[in-house]
């Protein structure tokens, strides 16, 4: 079992900036080499990838996202980070934190972001 907290979300206005937090706890045998994303679910839409990362730092970004957003790990802690700049209200949802391990995946409970105009 894994289990995933995050934590930042609030509302902004367009341009802001906002940092989102996810720590990690569970079975360490079972958190080796895991995959490690943030997904996001807008208003009437399907939950969507935004971002994910490699224990060993690979990175994958929406192209929606690209150049604005940056995801970073640190396995020391078991926590995952994502720096959203220059938000628009078209970022606005309720980000998950998620893990992929061996036996399946893992959801946070989510946090929401809102990005007015």
């Known amino acids: 079992q894994v289990q995933l907290v995050e934590s930042g979300g609030g509302s902004v206005q367009a341009g802001g900036s906002l940092r989102l937090s996810c720590a990690a706890s569970g079975r360490s045998v079972e958190r080796i080499n895991t995959i490690m994303g943030w997904y996001r679910q807008g208003p009437g839409k399907q939950r969507d990838l935004v971002a994910t990362?490699?224990?060993?730092?690979?990175?994958n970004y929406a192209d929606s996202v690209k150049g604005r957003f940056t995801i970073s790990r640190d396995n020391a802690k078991n926590t995952i980070d994502l720096q959203m700049n220059s938000l628009k209200p078209e970022d606005t949802g309720v980000y998950y934190c998620?893990?992929?391990?061996?036996?399946?995946?893992?959801w946070g409970q989510g946090t929401q972001v809102t990005v007015s105009a």
């Open positions: 998620n893990e992929r391990t061996y036996l399946g995946d893992y």
């Open positions: 990362i490699t224990r060993d730092g690979s990175t």
